[in-house]
């Protein structure tokens, strides 16, 4: 990079693939509530009405499965939980006070970032296959009534956790300055990876100095 006071956190392709699969799953999300409750269902008017809505939905929800299970192959190595990230969880208290003297080293993701991604990658897993019982006309015929009663179940759960692990994600983006701007123009400055992230810092500062 020209700049030597920034570093590349994300590649174009990762920021491409990530705000594909954001723009899918605030579809998903709006178009889901509107099925799910009446009183939601004015949000059918951003993919043309009810009708449209209950075409498109599934389809998103096929774009959005995709998209994320190439960011997701990506990105699971960086997210692997270690005792180190059980201990920094241990003291999130500190975290959110900041407070984190002592603390285990910060890698490329803190803990909590990785149990999110975690519980996206699982729950997304679960929309998916909970959503193709439910798909009508195409696959639901094929599944006893009971099966598709509890893949509604499963559905709903999974939607309510993976909006609000959306949500957490967002607010941390936006609780910690800058992190948004590096999945917007791919970098960050020397100093927000020395602060956030020192042991992703320290790694990618080898053989730089």
Do not use: C
């Not at 389809?59 to 692997?80: D, H, K, P, T």
């Not at 984190?100 to 975690?118: R, T």
Request: proline share 4%; no cysteine.
């Amino acid at each position: 990079m020209s700049d030597t006071n920034l570093i590349e956190r994300y590649k174009p392709q990762d920021r491409a693939n990530h705000w594909v699969t954001a723009i899918a799953f605030i579809l998903l999300a709006l178009s889901g509530l509107a099925l799910f409750h009446p009183a939601f269902f004015w949000f059918t008017n951003l993919l043309g009405g009810g009708t449209w809505t209950r075409i498109l939905h599934p389809f998103i929800g096929v774009v959005l499965a995709v998209s994320f299970w190439f960011l997701a192959r990506r990105f699971s190595a960086l997210n692997r939980i270690t005792g180190a990230d059980r201990e920094w969880m241990s003291h999130i208290r500190d975290v959110l006070t900041k407070r984190e003297q002592g603390l285990p080293e910060v890698g490329h993701y803190n803990a909590a970032q990785k149990y999110i991604f975690w519980a996206m990658v699982t729950m997304i897993a679960l929309l998916l296959a909970s959503g193709i019982v439910l798909w009508q006309p195409w696959f639901a015929p094929w599944f006893p009534v009971g099966l598709t009663r509890v893949a509604a179940l499963v559905h709903a759960f999974a939607a309510f956790v993976l909006i609000a692990a959306f949500i957490v994600h967002v607010y941390a983006a936006i609780w910690i300055k800058g992190s948004i701007s590096a999945m917007t123009r791919g970098s960050v400055s020397r100093a927000w990876a020395k602060r956030h992230h020192p042991g992703w810092y320290r790694e990618v500062s080898k053989g730089t100095k």
